[in-house]
């Protein structure tokens, strides 16, 4: 894994050789070293192990996203600041089902460094939702419901956020015995 700067670097060495090589008259060696520093560029921006662990996320390979986010082992020296957003929520999924804690404290790591994507937020926002709701925390978990669906431009999360609110109105509703007590017990008899 390298360091994010380490490939502004090589880029910049591989403009350089370009330049040259245009200098030399060797205009097709140019050309092709400047798409190759575009590469470099584009891997500043979008880093390759993130894009893996997607890729095998959505494959549903979990444990093979997993294997490839432990491949980054310091975040903030190896990402940009979106791309360790992107580190956090996956790293909140891969727990979330095991350590609702961690998962939460991903989650709130990732919404504070932000997503590029709306439909990314809105699922994070949405998953710590779930988690304080769990903990009976319904005034923060209400809070963070509304914000992913005010997020979710696309209508995508939709059926879950439904399932959540009526999983919230469940929960706030007083539990109803019938039958119960001593009169239940001795079969209605007074």
């Known amino acids: 894994m390298f360091n994010k700067n380490i490939k502004l670097v090589l880029a910049a060495l591989v403009i350089a050789a370009a330049v040259w090589q245009f200098f030399e008259n060797n205009i097709g060696n140019g050309i092709m070293l400047i798409f190759l520093s575009l ?53 909140g999924l891969m727990v979330s089902q095991t350590n609702m804690n961690e998962a939460e404290k991903y989650f709130k790591k990732a919404i504070s460094l932000g997503l590029n994507m709306s439909a990314d937020m809105a699922m994070a926002k949405l998953n710590l939702a779930g988690i304080a709701m769990t903990k009976n925390r319904k005034r923060e ?50």
């Open 39 to 91: 590469i470099f560029i584009f891997l500043y921006f979008k880093n390759e192990i993130i894009l893996l662990a997607f890729l095998q996320l959505r494959k549903q390979n979990f444990d093979g996203a997993k294997k490839w986010l432990d491949k980054i082992k310091n975040p903030e020296a190896s990402l940009v600041q979106k791309q360790q957003g992107y580190y956090y929520y996956l790293n």
């Open 141 to 190: 978990a209400q809070i963070l419901l509304n914000e992913a669906k005010s997020l979710d431009k696309h209508n995508m999360l939709d059926d879950q956020i439904k399932m959540m609110k009526q999983q919230m109105k469940r929960a706030g509703q007083p539990n109803q015995h019938f039958g119960g007590g001593r009169a239940g017990r001795r079969g209605g008899r007074r």
